[in-house]
């Protein structure tokens, strides 16, 4: 996959953390950190809008009296319970 260079800033409480991450040996570079942390917010993102999808199908379906706030607030309590949040 073609690489675009990109100049960043962070602040110095995540110069930080990105430094004790490269610490641990886990990445030759920053560069590679920052490439899965993205990669992670990517499938974040796409999980939310999954759910969200399934949440608006159940409102409009009629089958549920909860709004899609309401019920995933529902779903991250029942996640918080179950250890998983």
């Known amino acids: 996959m073609p690489m675009v260079k ?6 110095d409480q995540q110069e930080s953390w990105i430094q004790a991450q490269m ?11 920052i490439r899965e942390a993205l990669r992670e ?10 759910i969200r999808a399934k949440l608006i199908r159940a409102e409009q379906s009629g089958f549920v009296d ?16 179950d250890g998983k949040l």
Do not use: C, H, N, W
């Open 23 to 33: 610490a641990t040996g886990q990445y030759a570079t920053d560069s590679e950190l």
């Open 6 to 11: 990109k100049s960043i800033t962070v602040t």
């Open 66 to 81: 909860k709004t899609p706030e309401e019920m995933l607030e529902g779903f991250k309590e029942k996640a918080r319970q």
């Open 41 to 50: 917010k990517e499938m974040r993102t796409a999980e939310i809008e999954y």
